[in-house]
């Protein structure tokens, strides 16, 4: 309970500022994501996204990717249905005890070479549910993870961003090229 409160507490507020809604930041952003997706996937990057046990907040801003503000289609990221034509996976949430079987099943019909995300908190350490008897603390507990994107849930910028720095640890050699 106390963890709860605390969360709510430290959480800052997520609305937008003017300064947040320059098109301009997210079109520089996109176009530098563009040139690493065509470089690294041959322009086309596509994520599987998997609610292993989410309060659907982060599925909420990853939804909000598709929009038309932020539009990540135009950049060559798509969202699939078929982890078997997935690149990447995308998990959110703590991971359920019974979401761990689907999980690791999604994984493994993932061609490899394969980027597993974990997006959240709650995918990242069990977040407000922590050591609750019904979850896995982590993603991690489950299946490999090879970033994560802290946030509880991390904004559709946040996202980019960090996606832009996965594309770099694959280019520099810390993650196996595609």
Known sequence: MYRLLRKILTTPRLTLTTE??????VT???????AQVKKL?????AI??????????EEQELTALGNVYY???????HFVASPRHADMLFVTGPVSRN???G???????????RYVVAVGDGAIDGGIYRDSYAIHNSVEEVIPVDWKIPGD???PRVVLQSLLKLFHDIESGKLPRP
Do not use: Q, W
């Open 20 to 25: 947040d809604l320059r098109a301009n930041e």
């Open 28 to 34: 520089v952003l996109g176009k530098e994501v563009e």
């Open 41 to 45: 996937f041959g322009g086309s990057l």
């Open 48 to 57: 599987r996204e998997v609610a292993a046990g989410s309060s659907n907040a």
């Open 71 to 77: 539009d990540v289609e135009r950049f060559g990221i």
């Open 99 to 101: 979401m761990a079987e």
């Open 103 to 113: 999980l690791r099943r999604t994984y493994e019909a993932m061609p490899t070479p």
């Open 153 to 155: 849930p991390p904004s």
